[in-house]
């Protein structure tokens, strides 16, 4: 076999279960130039007789746990294609995934990566309903600026060029959550980017999931966001936007800290959030929750009760009143 183009990438820790389906739509690629390496993070389950089952159809790499973005790193520095797909061990590529990416990136030198849209799937492997934020967003001028406002693109549904992800330095190995978003970021910040309008990958929803820590996951997304913000001219591309969006997600971690009755550091943040907008719907929901505090603990989570539920209201009331 002549040497691949393509290396698909998977990192997993103790998800034996579920590893073996993602190796198999890796293998499973209708594109011949594709190598799968899997990295196994310190994985203390069945993984390796799962991976047993593959010998000498796939690449793997034991190492000590170091997290994700060190998995993921470690198998790119073995890849031998000069395309990557990042895999999660949970989710699964369709076989037609790097066939379809593969020729935007090849008619296109300068591109960093292609996207695709995907779909959920639950727990037991079943389709769920399309996800909402994996579709139908044809973005490609614009796209950092847009990816800065909401990371939509799931990291299993792009196709990669190494020298941009080489260019960039990398996953961040010291973020636990979000390091597929700010890599996304900081490659769509200096290549451009384009978007295959076809499901290619999908995601599988069970409480594992890594995003499921939501304060860990809030955090990594203002770690990120803040480090996007030092870049001069980003910053002025974006605008309003920066505020806005720094503001939100002081104001989101607040929340979720809130529900986790994590009260001092959920004071501290909505107080951030309140600092940094300057007008508007988030900094009056800011000052609110601020304000609630003063009131005592059990009242602070009555109020952020009740509020919750006024805001699912009115969603549901705009929501009729558009149909």
């Known amino acids: 076999m002549s040497e691949p183009d393509v290396s698909v990438i998977i990192p997993t820790w103790n998800r034996a279960p579920l590893l073996g389906e993602a190796v198999e739509s890796a293998l499973a690629q209708t594109h011949s130039g594709c190598e799968v390496i899997v990295v196994d993070d310190g994985s203390t389950d069945e993984t390796p007789k799962v991976l047993a089952r593959f010998e000498g159809r796939i690449r793997v790499l034991r190492q000590a746990q170091r997290g994700c973005a060190c998995a993921r790193n470690a198998g790119g520095a073995l890849a031998r294609g000069e395309y990557l797909v990042f895999l999660d061990s949970d989710d699964r590529l369709d076989p037609e995934h790097v066939a379809l990416l593969l020729p935007v990136l090849k008619a296109d030198p300068l591109v960093g990566f292609a996207y695709s849209d995907g779909r959920y799937m639950g727990a037991d492997g079943r389709p769920l309903e399309p996800a909402p934020a994996m579709s139908g967003v044809p973005v490609e001028v614009g796209f950092a600026e847009t990816f800065f406002e909401r990371p939509y693109v799931y990291m299993p549904a792009t196709l990669i060029r190494a020298r941009a992800i080489h260019a960039v330095g990398g996953f961040d190995e010291t973020l636990s959550h979000n390091e597929d978003s700010d890599l996304l ?139």
């Not at 004071?267 to 601020?290: H, K």
């Open 185 to 323: 970021l900081r490659m769509a910040m200096r290549f451009p980017v384009r978007y295959v309008p076809a499901p290619t990958v999908w995601v599988r929803q069970h409480p594992g999931r890594k995003s499921s820590d939501r304060p860990a996951l809030y955090l990594a997304l203002l770690a990120s966001a803040c480090r996007a913000a030092t870049d001069p001219g980003f910053a002025a591309r974006l605008g309003g936007r920066l505020p806005r969006r720094l503001g939100e997600l002081h104001h989101g971690l607040g929340r979720v800290l809130l529900g986790e009755g994590r009260l001092a550091e959920a004071r501290e943040a909505f107080r951030a959030g309140r600092a940094i907008l300057g007008s508007g719907t988030w900094r009056v929901r800011a000052w609110m929750f601020s304000m609630v505090f003063a009131m005592g603990d059990l009242p602070a989570r009555a109020v952020f009760k009740c509020l919750h539920l006024w805001e699912r209201a009115t969603q549901l009331s705009l929501a009729g009143g558009k149909r």
